[in-house]
């Protein structure tokens, strides 16, 4: 696996907790975050992939009518 550096900069509270955390998890702040910024990509990823297997080929407009009934089932406004 190669690595790559980037410099990060946090307020100052966030750094601590986050150190806080680390300590706590038995681990390094880098591996810390490091752990925390997988997690966040897996989230949306999984999020995304959810999302285009549901919507298949669905198009905005077909979203319409769901929309406008929602629209009227709440009493909300109408565009068209």
Known sequence: MSKASYTLRLPASMKAAAARLAKEDGMSLNQWISVAIVQKIGVVETAS????????????????????KAERDTGGPRTS
């Open 49 to 68: 992939d959810f999302l285009k297997h549901r919507g298949g080929k669905a198009r905005p407009r077909d979203m319409l009518l769901f929309l406008n």
